[in-house]
């Protein structure tokens, strides 16, 4: 039974044909395994560690070490594993902060090379044989990556080191990972976009000299063209050296400045089935291996045999790496002088039909946009009718700008823009439909041109994206309805940076603090979102429609809200929600009859 929830759990991974663990050779001194466990029930559907700690000492001896990237927890503690192990934690179904990239590097080349391992157990003096030490040769030591499923974070740390220290190119890294770790026709074994993006990243670091600055960011303005109604907006970023995530602002109502109005998406059912279909339709084939990917493998004419696929699917792969050539045109042709300082602006020119509503003149400013585009709004402009909007405190349009009142500071060059959507239910209920879930992560410095300037990259410039290239709910590539048609982010740095050096062979490589294998560790202030119904409070109306408070009492004429009919009664357990900055709100009340007689819907976060 244990056996069949392990074929289950892993799916389209390919398991170890000799021992049925859910692991691979990327090749053979680097494998690829899914998290272990020590305890029930999680043992009976993932890899035991007793097991797998069997299988490397019988393949292995004491050449074999760990490095996991866990940030919700590994599940057991070093000493199970001799504390032969290496921890550079991040957030499931997200890249990690560029910063620690080097670190990893390095210090899986050291190992593989035959130095020490701090902290380790046989400190990489090699075995005993007939009483005599006898000394590690290099091709006698193994890595072994791990995260949660053994996928995302351990094919993008995979990929990186044939990349950075091996001289891989990206497609043959990816290519090499989907062969060794997917079941045929299951996918890519990197398929989120923003990690593919970030392989991207570390192929143009290895040929730039791996030079890298993490400099502090901040987000002037975001722009977004074609967007929907009842959409929110948020920036994050890492903080505690990459294991966690935080919401750095969430943009308010009087935020928003609405350049062209008459949002897409409003009209009825006929839009709601555009945008859910256009926004995800394509995407689903390629996460089933259908589509594109497959008919390149089979019809691309590089390369002969199984060789000539994986190029093939490699490429395929890339073609939704970083939009970084848009970026630099942005960044060089779209921003011009600010204040005469030789700064780059901190807007971007609207389409031209943008300008056709802002009165076409050069000389417009914000003020005047926003001044213009509150009186289209509230219907008191000369130029053209009023408009209605479904949610008037996240009103959409053809063209819309995200100013922030104060401004929003990230201590290092990894941006996150988080995208959510949601269409109201009737007012009698005092809930939301979540309708769309979306997040693209990107760094400034290789959007700035770091690499390809010997590590001076540009101090401002705008970073730019479709709605279909972004990152999907929990690494799929589901996004629900389409909540905009494409987001500009313009940037600039605030600080003069550190920088980021790989260390060399000899020198000692520093590790992240671990996160508590226990569990319990909070890393994503999103980790929970999902399509579906979410309660409204009302305290966080100007953040967004979409935040709900955990316990909500429905007081009426027998505990029923206005509207309900006798004997029925609201259905919501289970539904999670959160509070207007994304924290949990913790239930005070038990779930039941409150003490006023009101139903009470227990709720969780989202």
Not at 152 to 158: I, N
Not at 347 to 361: F, K, N, R, V, Y
Request: aromatic share 6%; with cysteine; proline share 5%.
């Amino acid at each position: 039974m244990a056996s069949l929830l392990r074929q289950i759990v892993a799916g389209p991974r390919a398991k170890h044909q000799e021992t049925g663990l859910d692991l691979c050779y990327v090749t053979s001194n680097i494998i690829a395994t899914s998290g272990p466990s020590q305890a029930y029930p999680q043992r009976a559907y993932r890899n035991p560690l007793d097991r797998l700690v069997a299988f490397l000492d019988a393949q292995h001896g004491d050449g074999w070490a760990i490095w996991e990237f866990r940030a919700e927890g590994t599940g057991y503690p070093d000493e199970a594993v001799y504390n032969r192990i290496r921890h550079y934690p991040y957030p499931d179904h997200h890249p990690p902060s560029f910063r620690i990239v080097p670190m990893v590097m390095a210090s899986m080349r050291n190992w593989l090379a035959g130095g020490e391992l701090e902290g380790g157990k046989n400190k990489g003096k090699g075995t005993v044989k007939d009483g005599e030490e006898v000394e590690k040769k290099k091709g006698d030591r193994v890595v072994v990556v791990h995260c949660k499923a053994g996928k995302g974070r351990s094919g993008t740390m995979a990929c990186s080191y044939l990349i950075a220290e091996c001289g891989w190119t990206p497609q043959d890294a990816l290519a090499r990972f989907t062969e060794r770790r997917m079941r045929p026709k299951f996918g890519n074994g990197v398929s989120i976009p923003s990690q593919l993006r970030w392989v991207g990243y570390v192929d143009r670091w290895t040929k730039g000299g791996k030079v890298y600055v993490d400099r502090e960011i901040e987000i002037v303005e975001v722009h977004v063209w074609g967007l929907r109604h009842g959409v929110k907006l948020e920036v994050e970023g890492f903080v505690e050296e990459g294991r966690k995530i935080r919401v750095f602002h969430t943009f308010r109502r009087e935020e928003r400045i609405v350049v062209e109005g008459d949002a897409p998406g409003g009209r009825g059912v006929v839009d709601l089935v555009y945008d859910l279909y256009s926004g995800g339709g394509e995407r689903e084939k390629e996460k089933d291996g259908e589509g594109e990917e497959r008919s390149e493998v089979e019809d691309d004419g590089e390369g002969d045999g199984e060789g000539g696929k994986r190029l093939s699917r490699g490429k395929s792969v890339l073609r939704k790496l970083s939009v970084r050539s848009k970026s630099r045109s942005s960044s060089s042709q779209s921003l011009s002088k600010l204040d005469g300082n030789g700064k780059k602006s901190s807007t971007i020119p609207m389409p031209e039909t943008s300008e056709t509503a802002l009165g076409g003149g050069d000389g417009g400013d914000v003020n005047q946009t926003q001044s213009r585009s509150t009186s289209s709004l509230q219907g008191k402009g000369s130029s053209g009718p009023s408009l209605a909007f479904a949610d008037s405190s996240e009103p959409g349009g053809q063209a819309v700008i995200f100013k922030p009142a104060t401004p929003i500071r990230i201590p290092n060059s990894d941006v996150n823009i988080v995208v959510e959507r949601r269409n109201r239910a009737p007012a009698s209920m005092g809930l939301t439909m979540v309708t769309a879930v979306a997040h693209v992560w990107f760094n400034a410095f290789f959007e700035g041109n770091g690499p390809e300037q010997a590590g001076k990259a540009d101090d401002s410039g705008v970073f730019e994206i479709d709605w279909d290239a972004m990152d999907g709910i929990k690494g799929s590539s589901q996004k629900g309805t389409r909540a905009c048609d494409r987001i500009s982010v313009v940037w600039r740095v605030v600080g003069s940076g550190a920088a980021v050096v790989e260390p060399g062979e000899d020198s000692p490589v520093p590790q992240m603090p671990p996160a508590d294998w226990k569990g319990g560790n909070r890393e994503d202030p999103t980790a929970d979102k999902r399509l579906g119904l979410r309660v409204q409070d009302p305290e966080s109306e100007s953040v967004s429609m979409a935040s709900s408070f955990k316990s909500l009492s429905l007081e009426g004429d027998g505990g029923k809200k206005g509207g309900e009919k006798e004997g029925e009664s609201l259905e919501l357990e289970g539904v999670k929600s959160s509070g207007p900055e994304g924290e949990e709100v913790l239930d005070e009340t038990p779930g039941g009859k409150g003490a006023a007689g009101g139903v009470v819907v227990d709720v969780k976060r989202t």
